[in-house]
């Protein structure tokens, strides 16, 4: 994600790495870490966030997640200009964000990607492993780690605050 | 009176829970190819492709066809003449938790909306109908909070026009734009109550989508997909596809509407017991 820069909206792409997953009740956590300057469950900085909750991990063999598909970003907008501030470079989730988030997004050189939604068990296949790093007793709105191979992504909003939703 | 054990009414709870969130709905997957069809643009065909894709893979897989797995809704017409032996809320609340927990789908589910805590199963909200005749039928539908957050209420003046109705129901449609995984089924409770116009709405996604639909109907789904939202939002022109709707008797003082809108993974399935 060194490239962030020359990203442009409308870009398709497929990422390999390394992704978070984190949703509503994790992003209250990690904002209230980083207000009160406690430590958090793993470097937010050059992170990638993927707004996801999987289902439980099937029991046959060779799964190492469930369907996992993005879920809808604008929940996690109060949260996202601070984590932003703190290092956050990309998210991944489905749908609009706010103009603030857009405006975050153009001062700290982030990146918003769209993955395909509602396809949870087809995204499931680019996933690698997945390991629990923190908040464990969310269920699924755990964090966890994920490796991701050829992850598809859609530029939604680039680090220069243009929105493939087309607003200004 | 003919005895059906809770126990049978469990165990079919369980089995319907795993066929709506592995097997996508055929007449959702015929309305999906031809959406498929009908787009031109290639993003749009693009995102299809992988919704149809999607629904393929789950069911080879058993997989989940979407990671929401909703909160369960369970419809159930009880016969006047069938006499249940053991209790009826307890037995669909457990099919729903085994089908669930067997089947590996996402705890969703928290006891108190304000303190949260835990992740879990159950409860599912249970509708009933008394009919006629000596068999039960059981319906689980699998509602993702995705497109369940964009549900709207509106109680117009008994005189309002037609068009206004058509106006608030494509505005909520348009306000849940790319938000809630366009392109969407779109459920429509017209009269009765404030609450039970919002059940009518719920129950009208239950409704197979057909060729068979009203000038209102289709007045309304011209008018949604006129917006160019598109499947994912990112244009085209299949917002939805289709509009159903469902009234009711209502008051002299009153017109409540209830805007209900689905994902396009619009997940149900059915028994007749």
Do not use: W
Not at chain 1, 143 to 163: Q, R
Not at chain 2, 195 to 220: F, N, P, T, W
């Amino acid at each position: 994600m060194k490239k962030i820069n020359t990203f442009a909206v409308g870009q398709e792409l497929l990422f390999s790495g390394t992704i978070y997953t984190a949703r509503d009740q994790a992003h209250k956590r990690l904002a209230e870490a980083i207000k009160k300057r406690s430590r958090l469950p793993f470097e937010l900085k050059n992170s990638i966030i993927y707004y996801c909750g999987p289902t439980k991990t099937p029991k046959d063999k060779g799964k190492v997640i469930g369907s996992c598909g993005p879920t809808t970003s604008s929940r996690m907008d109060e949260f996202t200009p601070l984590l932003l501030k703190h290092g956050l470079r990309g998210m991944i989730g489905k749908g609009s964000r706010s103009p603030e988030v857009r405006d975050a997004i153009k001062k700290y050189k982030g990146i918003y990607f769209l993955t395909y939604a509602g396809c949870g068990a087809l995204l499931s296949k680019y996933i690698k492993s997945a390991k629990t790093v923190a908040y464990g007793d969310l269920g699924p709105e755990a964090i966890l780690k994920l490796e991701v191979k050829d992850f598809p992504l859609i530029v939604a909003i680039d680090a220069f605050g243009g929105s493939i939703y087309g607003e200004a | 009176m003919r005895k059906i054990n809770a126990v049978k009414i469990k165990d079919a709870i369980t089995q319907l829970c795993f066929e709506a969130n592995f097997f996508l709905r055929q007449d959702v997957l015929i309305a999906l190819r031809h959406a498929f069809k009908t787009e031109s643009k290639r993003g749009a065909k693009k995102i299809l492709k992988a919704i149809l894709d999607n629904a393929a893979y789950a069911k080879k897989e058993k997989l989940a066809i979407c990671q929401d797995t909703g909160m369960g809704l369970v419809f159930v017409e009880i016969g006047q003449e069938v006499n249940i032996a053991g209790d009826l809320k307890a037995a669909i609340n457990k099919g729903v938790e085994e089908g669930y927990k067997k089947y590996s789908l996402r705890n969703s589910i928290i006891r108190d909306p304000l303190s949260r805590g835990e992740s879990l199963f159950s409860p599912c909200i249970i509708h009933t109908d008394i009919v006629k005749g000596d068999k039960i039928k059981l319906t689980f539908l699998a509602k993702g909070f995705g497109c369940e957050n964009k549900s709207q209420l509106k109680m117009f003046k008994p005189t309002a026009k037609i068009e206004e109705i058509k106006k608030f129901v494509v505005e909520t449609v348009c306000n849940a734009g790319p938000d809630a995984c366009p392109p969407y089924i779109v459920g429509v409770g017209i009269g009765a109550t404030a609450d039970y116009s919002g059940v009518l709405a719920k129950k009208a996604l239950l409704r197979k989508i057909s060729s068979k639909s009203s000038k209102l109907e289709q007045d309304l789904l011209k008018q949604i997909n006129k917006s160019k939202i598109g499947p994912m939002g990112l244009g085209g022109v299949n917002t939805a596809l289709a509009v159903h709707v469902q009234a009711y008797p209502t008051h002299i003082a009153g017109l409540p509407v209830s805007v209900n809108i689905s994902c396009h993974a619009l997940r149900s399935a059915s028994v007749i017991l």
